[in-house]
């Protein structure tokens, strides 16, 4: 389970995130929701460890260890990922090459031994039809001339190969059209489990309409202004924030 | 398993060099005085008992040295060398001034052993450290010679040549470069030490690579090798020179040359893997590695490739070349130079063309990482009657951090209208954002930034022999290491 409390964050001295506390238990999926540039993507970043941000103030754990004095692998080994807004190419990397380095560094720190490479391309294949990859992604460099559609559902393959204990979606159905938005929605609802959860950051209720949140936050200057149930993110996708900001005072 | 044999082979290898040269009994004179002269050359070569006309040939190459001047062209910053300081000749038998066991060596080689899993004793030995072995009289040498010489090869250290087969030494020695070529290829036609000699006959396709054997030799060729290979008509031969752990070296400036001539219808494969010492991490110590390559596709339908992996040395000056001088020849260039900390490399090749038909292919893949400088440097000539030359060059470039510096100076000198000469560059970085994506998946900033680069130099390494790629993947990652972060 992750706590974060009164999370203070800043980026080159300019503090983004200002005090945020939010739980979320096994077996929950969150939606982070807000206007742009209130601090989602910054949050997402702190959570995985991008040296770019600051911790300034207050506390995250995760089951019960301290996250902030994890190293980014560590929380990865640790069980959090993190589905890329912006997923980078690595030219030159095949896929294979860099989801064996992943998967048998996670094997390694829980104490299992490297799998074969027979063992690996049948998990490969296993998890390729799970999310509906193409096999010849699969091939790629990482991400290298991947459209922008590839490019998610190429973020949810990695998700199902690693399967994390918290899965962070950043924007994950920003750039997809209708049916890659379905894949990569179906994908991730098949790869949740009753003991693992999910924040998902995301602008738009269409995502949710396959990943359905529990709970809802809408995060507005760095704070969580409100949060509620499922019905808040149909209600933000009529009304905007407009009224939330009223309600918080400006 | 593997590398416990490697470890015997090599042993044995080391055990048998005491006789190599015939020296046990002159053990009072093994290392001659400093500096350079003409009765220095004299020496040597008395030393080696060798016949007149190579003595010629030396004080030639020496008398014409002394009018040249250490070339300066290069993007190298390089301290002056005074040649009067270096012993020109010492007995390989004996460890001078070397450490006297591995507590003695520099530590962070040691720890870079370790961390190739290079064994103990093996250890020792690239470390400079003498190994005192008392081995059985059969020696792997002998064994690789026999099934050798059931085809005709020869293959022996080019001293033996000298002796053994003096027409062929006489034949090709200084035809491919000659001794007026360059300020460096003067001073090791002057002072050579040893080296290989290679001749492959009519017709033989050399049975197995020529590698481990050489791994074994390595050790003792000296600071001015001399290799020799011939391959005659329908001849094939894979060579392969170097050694997958850093060594440590007393003898700082490395002067080198390497000449290759292939014959009609004939192949030759050379690979190098070259990481002599490159310095500490702040600069100081490290090899001049000055080397002059160059293979002549003299026959028809001869075919010439380079590929070479350069990790080490301080300051590395090389061009591996072909004159394609046969019509239809074909001749490649492969290689991933790295540089780090320090390091200076100016490396790249000359492809000259001069037969018709001639095609020429050049991938040129350099990594700078820390304060160092590495530059691409190559020329593509096609002359008045190398009719449809054909050249593609491609030459990339990866910096890691933003304190060293990639270049890339390509020459051509084109004199035929029907040449297609094709160039590509790229200069691209390893981005935070990578290794953050890395790291997020669980992978270690070592271990990033190591995928990203044999990712990146992986057309270069599938044309090593297959278990020389894997020591020189290896061998990339652990030369970046606290690259970034």
Redesign the interface.
Known sequence: MLEIKDLHASINGKEILKGIDLIVKPGEAHAIMGPNGSGKSTLSSVL?????FEVTKGSVTFYGKNLLDL???D???EGI??S?QY??E?????MV???R??VN??RK?KGLPALTASEFLRLMREKREEVGLDSKLANR?VNSGFSGGEKKRNEIY?MAM?EPRLSILDETDSGLDIDALRIVGKGVSKLKRPDTSLIVITHYQRLLDYIKPDIVHVLYQGKIVKTAGPELALELEKKGYDWIKQEVGE | MKQEKNYNQYVKGFTHEKYKYGFTTDVDSDIIDRGLSEDVVRLISRKKEEPDWLLDFRLQAYRHWLTLKMPVWAHLRIPKIDYQAISYYANPLKKKNGPKSLDEVDPELIKTFNKLGIPLEEQMSLGGVAVDAVMDSVSVKTTFKESLMEKGIIFCSISEAVREHPDLVKKYLGSVVGYRDNFFAALNSAVFSDGSFVYIPKGVRCPMELSTYFRINAQNTGQFERTLIIADDDAYVSYLEGCTAPMRDENQLHAAIVEIIVHDRAEVKYSTVQNWYPGNAEGKGGVYNFVTKRGHCLGESSKLSWTQVETGSAITWKYPSCILSGDNSTAEFYSVALTNNYQQADTGTKMIHLGKNTHSTIVSKGISAGKSENSYRGLVRVSKNAVNARNYSQCDSLLLGDKCGAHTFPYMDIHNDTAVVEHEATTSKISEEQILYCNQRGIKTEDAVGLIVNGYAKDVLNKLPMEFAVEAQKLLSVSLEGSIG
Do not use: K, T
């Not at chain 1, 690595?90 to 095949?94: D, K, N, Q, R």
């Open positions: 995985i460890g991008n040296p770019a190293s980014p692998e929380r990865s080994h990922f993190l890329f997923p980078v690595i030219p030159g990397v095949s090459n860099f989801m380095a992943a560094e996670h720190y460099s990695q690693l």
